[in-house]
Every structure is written in structure tokens, then in C-alpha cells.
């Protein structure tokens, strides 16, 4: 097995972007070469703003590069739980965004040619009884109230046509959804930005920052003077000491993945007859997807302690011979992990540090739309027009409790017993 990620492996060649030597002067200065600070990057350069762009690390090194891929329908608490939360007419002004994300995704692919197989159909795979009740529930509520017509229940005979898999009951099918390769459109958006005349420069970590009249952003090496900056480190926030204000409401989680050796395209089609991606409805769920060279790509479950703890691996393989025994005989080839970003409600947390530092974090699972769109909408507020922007702004966010020293235990606790909770159901 090797010990590193097959997106690294399969992605595009990236180009070296070199570390920033020296002072530069911008309109706006974004932290962070992910999904969130690139589209913003490449939405600001459209509307005419010099945009230079600061990466600690290489383009995608965080949650954009090494994600599920997956392009889900809505946010990670259902449309009810949000119009129970924040109201009908907020929960329907966010359910447009979300619906625009997905479609800025595929207008970004198509319009700047990202070669990241982007790949429609999504099934949420219902494994018990309730899971049914709940795709039935979700499928009336999104065709009622919203018109989404692209939700399909199914049988244990359907859902058979797109999972090869003893496990499922039934299910629901979102041809609206989709998977991609996360670290190809990360390095794809990367590419259009610099077309665009973005100046990028990697391995160039922003050690603090000033506001007021004349905004800075310091580097080990430089310094970048601005106008507007955007801070877009979502889980890798730490690294950043003028974002600590924001860490008590968000939390770090470590995400596991594992790639197969190629299966060959007759055996992946068994496994995955419609090339949908999947996850199941638990709460603590699995999700995969078929690879262009004919893989199963798995994640699932999350360590909320941020580490990858000894054996992840294989505890990652025995999760999903317990979904696909049949490979039982079949050698895994990759293994990575990262962090991503949660919030105490799980909506994304987009916001102003002053009136000219706005940032976007938290997608909680759902970032290869909603940092997407989140880069757009900070675009447009710096451009004058925030009313998209005020809407994810809106959402009332909560620090984690415990402060400093108990939240991550006690939140370590509570996913404990939802995973308790599962496996008793």
C-alpha cells in the first residue's frame, strides 16, 4: 500500500508556483489556495481587482485535495431541520445558493476546460428501514417545497442498478449530484486564476495581518498590501494568529480515504453499475465512488480528536468489505487523510473580521460546492453587492463547548454515542 494520496498520484502536473520574496501591492490579498480562496480569486480577477493569492503549503494541500469529490444536494442538516432552525424564507434563500453551487461547479469546469471527470448521478443508500422512511421524507419535502425534481426513491431491485452491494435496502437517487476529482479542479481553478492574471505564490504561510486604512498581510519572507482580505485556511486556520477568534466555532476533523488498485472496468461496473458516488444515511456514513482507471475510491467515518490514529487503514478496508465483501481479495493501493472543517450547527460560517477582511469556513462535508460558491458570493461583497453574501452571513454560529480544553473531548464523546446509536439501530 502506498501511504499517500491517489488524487496526488492521478491529478494533472501542477504548476510551481514560487514562495513571494518581497513586497507586493494588490486589491485584495486571499489566504489560502483551496476551493474558497481560488474561486474567489478567479471571481474577483473578473470583475477587474488585482488579486494575489498566498498558499502555506502547494495548491489544494488541505480539505480541497484531498475530499470525497462529491457534489451533494443542499447542506449537511436536511432543508427542515434548517426552515426549523432559521425560518422559511432564510432556509429558501440558502437552498438557492446551494443549488447555485452546484451549478457554479459544472460553469467552472465547462467554461475553463478542467479536465477532473466530472461525473453526474449521486445515491444516498439506505441501509435499515428508517433510512428508507427518511429518503421518502426528503425526496416529498425537496419536490413540494422547493420544485427539485431530480430525486428518485428506490427499491432494493433499484437500487441494485447502481450499487452492487448486499447491504442496501433501497434508496434515493439525485441525478442533480455528481462526483469529480477534487484535486484536479483544484489545480484546474488554480490554472484559470493565473490565466486571469491571479498572482499566486505557494509555500507561503500568512503569519498575522492588519486592518484598517491601509490592510497588510505578513510573510516570512514578504508582505502583501491590500485593500480587501479574504482568509479562506478553513481547517488549517491555526497556522493564521489574526483568525484565532474564529477557532472556539470551528473544529478540525480528520477524514480518512482509501483507493483500490484498479479492478478493471468490467468488475467496477458490478460494484457500480450507474458510476453514481454513494453514501449511505447513517450518521456517521460511508461514501465511494468508481475512479476514471476503474477503482472503488472509499472514505467514512471521522475522527473529531483531528488525528489519524494508528491502523486507520485497515479499519478503513474493514468498512468497506463490510459494503463490498467480494473484495475481500483485493489489494488496497492508496491510503490519505486530512482535515476539514465543522461547525457546531453545520452550515458554512462566512463573516467580517472589519470591513475589509471577510472570511468562509466550516462546510461541514459539503465544501466542493458550497467553498465554491462562498468564494462568489465574498467577490461580490467586496465588489459592492453582498446581498448573497449577507445571506450565509445571517446564520447565527456558536462556539463549541468546553472552551479551549474540553470542546474537542466532549464533542469526541458525542460522536461516540451517535456511533453507538447507529450500530444499536
Known amino acids: 500500500m502506498i501511504a499517500g494520496s491517489w488524487y496526488e498520484a492521478s491529478a494533472p502536473a501542477p504548476i510551481a508556483f514560487p514562495p513571494l520574496e518581497g513586497t507586493v501591492v494588490t486589491d485584495?490579498?486571499?489566504?489560502?489556495?483551496?476551493?474558497?480562496?481560488?474561486?474567489?480569486?478567479?471571481?474577483?480577477?473578473?470583475?477587474g481587482l488585482a488579486v494575489t493569492v498566498l498558499e502555506a503549503a502547494r495548491v489544494g494541500a488541505g480539505a480541497s485535495g484531498c475530499n470525497g469529490g462529491q457534489l451533494v444536494t443542499g447542506y449537511n442538516p436536511d432543508m427542515l431541520a434548517i426552515e426549523a432552525r432559521l425560518g422559511a424564507d432564510h432556509a429558501r434563500a440558502l437552498w438557492?445558493?446551494?443549488?447555485?453551487a452546484k451549478a457554479a461547479?459544472?460553469?467552472?469546469?465547462?467554461?475553463?476546460?478542467i479536465a477532473c471527470d466530472l461525473t453526474d448521478g449521486y445515491v444516498f443508500a439506505a441501509s435499515?428501514?428508517?433510512?428508507?422512511?427518511?429518503?421518502?421524507?426528503?425526496?416529498?419535502?425537496?419536490?413540494?417545497?422547493?420544485?427539485?425534481?431530480?430525486?428518485?426513491?428506490?427499491?432494493?431491485?433499484?437500487?441494485?442498478?447502481?450499487?452492487?452491494?448486499?447491504?442496501?435496502?433501497?434508496?434515493?437517487?439525485?441525478?442533480?449530484?455528481?462526483?469529480?476529482h477534487p484535486l484536479a479542479f483544484a489545480r484546474g481553478l488554480a490554472a484559470a486564476a493565473v490565466r486571469a492574471g491571479v498572482r499566486?505564490?505557494?509555500?507561503?504561510?500568512?503569519?498575522?495581518?492588519?486592518?484598517?486604512?491601509?490592510?497588510?498581510?505578513?510573510?516570512?519572507?514578504?508582505?502583501?498590501r491590500c485593500r480587501w482580505i479574504v482568509v479562506a485556511g478553513d481547517a488549517y486556520l491555526a497556522g493564521f494568529p489574526p483568525a484565532r477568534s474564529l477557532s472556539g466555532s470551528?473544529?478540525?476533523?480528520?477524514?480518512?480515504?482509501?483507493?483500490?488498485?484498479?479492478?478493471g472496468e468490467d468488475r467496477c461496473r458490478r460494484l457500480l453499475p450507474g458510476r453514481a458516488a454513494v453514501s449511505d444515511?447513517?450518521?456517521?456514513?460511508?461514501?465511494?465512488?468508481?475512479?476514471?482507471?476503474?477503482?472503488?475510491?472509499?472514505?467514512?467515518?471521522?475522527?473529531?480528536?483531528?488525528?489519524?490514529?494508528?491502523?486507520?487503514?485497515?479499519?478503513?478496508?474493514?468498512r468497506m468489505l463490510t459494503?463490498?465483501?467480494?473484495?475481500?481479495?483485493?489489494r488496497i493501493a492508496h491510503y490519505w487523510s486530512g482535515l476539514v472543517g465543522i461547525t457546531r450547527n453545520r452550515l458554512p460560517q462566512l463573516g467580517r473580521l472589519g470591513p475589509e477582511v471577510f472570511y468562509a469556513h466550516g462546510y461541514s462535508g459539503h465544501g466542493v460546492t458550497l467553498a465554491v460558491i462562498a468564494g462568489q458570493v465574498i467577490a461580490e461583497a467586496i465588489a459592492g453587492a453582498a446581498g448573497r453574501f449577507d445571506v450565509f452571513a445571517r446564520i447565527p454560529h456558536h462556539r463549541f463547548p468546553g472552551g479551549a480544553a474540553l470542546r474537542r473531548p466532549l464533542l469526541v464523546l458525542a460522536m461516540a454515542w451517535f456511533r453507538l446509536r447507529d450500530l444499536l439501530s
Open 128 to 180: 435499515r428501514p428508517s433510512h428508507l422512511t427518511e429518503a421518502a421524507r426528503l425526496r416529498d419535502h425537496l419536490a413540494g417545497r422547493y420544485g427539485y425534481p431530480h430525486l428518485t426513491l428506490l427499491d432494493r431491485d433499484d437500487i441494485a442498478a447502481h450499487v452492487g452491494s448486499p447491504r442496501y435496502l433501497g434508496g434515493l437517487l439525485d441525478s442533480g449530484g455528481g462526483h469529480l
Open 96 to 100: 438557492e445558493l446551494a443549488e447555485a
Open 28 to 47: 485584495v490579498c486571499v489566504i489560502g489556495a483551496g476551493y474558497t480562496g481560488l474561486s474567489a480569486a478567479l471571481a474577483l480577477a473578473g470583475r
Open 200 to 224: 499566486l505564490y505557494e509555500c507561503t504561510p500568512a503569519h498575522g495581518s492588519r486592518g484598517g486604512a491601509q490592510p497588510l498581510v505578513t510573510t516570512p519572507t514578504g508582505a502583501v
Open 281 to 318: 444515511l447513517s450518521l456517521i456514513c460511508d461514501y465511494f465512488r468508481p475512479s476514471a482507471d476503474h477503482r472503488l475510491l472509499f472514505g467514512g467515518g471521522a475522527d473529531y480528536t483531528g488525528r489519524a490514529p494508528a491502523g486507520a487503514a485497515q479499519r478503513m478496508r474493514q
Open 250 to 263: 470551528l473544529m478540525p476533523v480528520a477524514t480518512h480515504m482509501i483507493a483500490t488498485e484498479p479492478l
Open 105 to 113: 461547479v459544472r460553469d467552472l469546469v465547462g467554461r475553463h476546460a
Open 323 to 330: 459494503v463490498f465483501p467480494e473484495l475481500a481479495d483485493t
